[in-house]
């Protein structure tokens, strides 16, 4: 394992596979993401408008460059159909070294 230069792994919840599969494909096509896992069997509990909710959802584990997060998150804002969708970024403190020099160069640099 190494240490990981600055990258993150982001976590995205969507209704179906459909908007997963939408939003992996903007955030790829833009280079902002290397890979997106999408996750099906997530039921999620949450309050919203005074009540708590349950829904089923899927989760998208999207693996970028720190630096990217903001774009990342906006690019998901103007795709996704939530009026506030979760975007959640934790860092890659360590990993596989190709695995991380792969993500680093499947990713745009940071503009």
Do not use: F
């Not at 990981?4 to 982001?10: E, F, N, Y």
């Not at 997530?42 to 989760?59: C, I």
């Amino acid at each position: 394992m190494e240490t990981s230069p600055a990258t993150t792994a982001v976590y995205v919840t969507v209704p179906d596979k459909e908007t997963g599969k939408k939003i992996a494909s903007a955030l790829l096509e833009s280079r902002l993401a290397a890979c997106v896992n999408i996750i099906p069997g997530v039921e999620s509990m949450y309050w919203w408008d005074g009540a708590v909710q349950t829904d089923s959802e899927l989760l998208l584990m999207i693996k970028t460059r720190q630096a990217l997060v903001s774009d990342l998150a906006a690019k998901v804002q103007e795709v996704h159909p939530y009026d506030t969708p979760e975007v959640i970024a934790v860092p890659i403190t360590s990993g596989s070294a190709e695995y991380i020099r792969w993500l680093v160069e499947s990713t745009a640099a940071p503009s």
